[in-house]
């Protein structure tokens, strides 16, 4: 599976972002979905994820409300609607996908088999 990670850029404090992710390859194997971000020298944090079949959400505390993760199998494609950004958002994201079923937590990035390559969402205040 090859994720291509697009749509990041330079935005306004309390402006919107639509990131996308699109898949490639044994797209039918993916279980789960999910998106990552990784704000310059910290940790890379859990920010959302999606089941490939079912479409069940999570998300984590600091973007509910705020943020949308849906897919589109149909394209092989992952997105992420972000409103109301601010500065705490600057990060580059990630996206990445689960190819083995079973009992998991998506909000673990040690769960997912395969990533794209980052895409930069920069908030100006």
């Known amino acids: 599976v090859q994720l291509q990670a697009s749509g990041g850029g330079l935005v306004q404090a309390g402006g919107s972002l639509r990131l996308s992710c699109a898949a490639s390859?044994?797209?039918?194997?993916?279980?789960?979905l999910g998106w990552f971000r990784q704000p310059t020298d910290k940790e890379r944090e859990f920010v959302a994820a999606?089941?490939?079949?079912?479409?069940?959400?999570y998300y984590s505390d600091s973007v509910k409300g705020r943020f949308a993760i849906s897919r589109d199998n149909a394209k092989n494609t992952m997105y992420l609607y972000m409103n109301s950004l601010n500065s705490e958002d600057t990060a580059v994201y990630y996206c990445?996908?689960?190819?083995?079923?079973?009992?998991?937590?998506?909000?673990?990035?040690?769960?997912?088999?395969?990533w794209g390559q980052g895409t930069q969402v920069t908030v100006s205040s």
């Open positions: 990445a996908a689960r190819i083995t079923t079973g009992p998991i937590n998506l909000k673990n990035e040690y769960e997912y088999d395969y």
């Open positions: 390859g044994r797209t039918l194997d993916i279980f789960g």
């Open positions: 999606i089941t490939r079949n079912t479409g069940i959400t």
